[in-house]
Nanobody, 116 residues
């Protein structure tokens, strides 16, 4: 079992920045990838960014150049640095982990609102 706890969401003006954190606990040794997804009202959940244990990253086109995912293995924590935020980035952001056995775990989500 893996437990994920997100933090760092909030209200920010357009052009501003936020950093989300996702702390993993439990069987963290089995995690092979961690990532961030988001879901806006009335829309499907979508990939934002993922990072593998190798350090390889992948980003949605809509956030490339603005968001950066990073992982502190010693802390079992993944971060999402979000810069140049836009109103369309408003969503609930979820942390996801995948283990070696392809088990999928989700955090409870954290709200990000970009508005003036």
């Amino acid at each position: 079992q893996v437990q994920l706890v997100e933090s760092g969401g909030g209200l920010v003006q357009p052009g501003g920045s936020l950093r989300l954190s996702c702390a993993a606990s439990g069987s963290t040794f089995s995690i092979i990838t961690m990532g961030w997804y988001r879901q806006a009202p009335g829309k499907q959940r979508e990939l934002v960014a993922v990072i593998a244990s190798s350090g390889t990253t992948n980003y949605a086109d809509s956030v490339k150049g603005r968001f950066t995912i990073s992982r502190e293995n010693g802390e079992n924590t993944v971060y999402l640095q979000m810069n140049s935020l836009k109103p369309e980035d408003t969503a609930v952001y979820y942390c996801k982990s995948v283990t070696q056995r392809r088990q999928v775990y989700w955090g409870q989500g954290t709200q990000v609102t970009v508005s003036s």
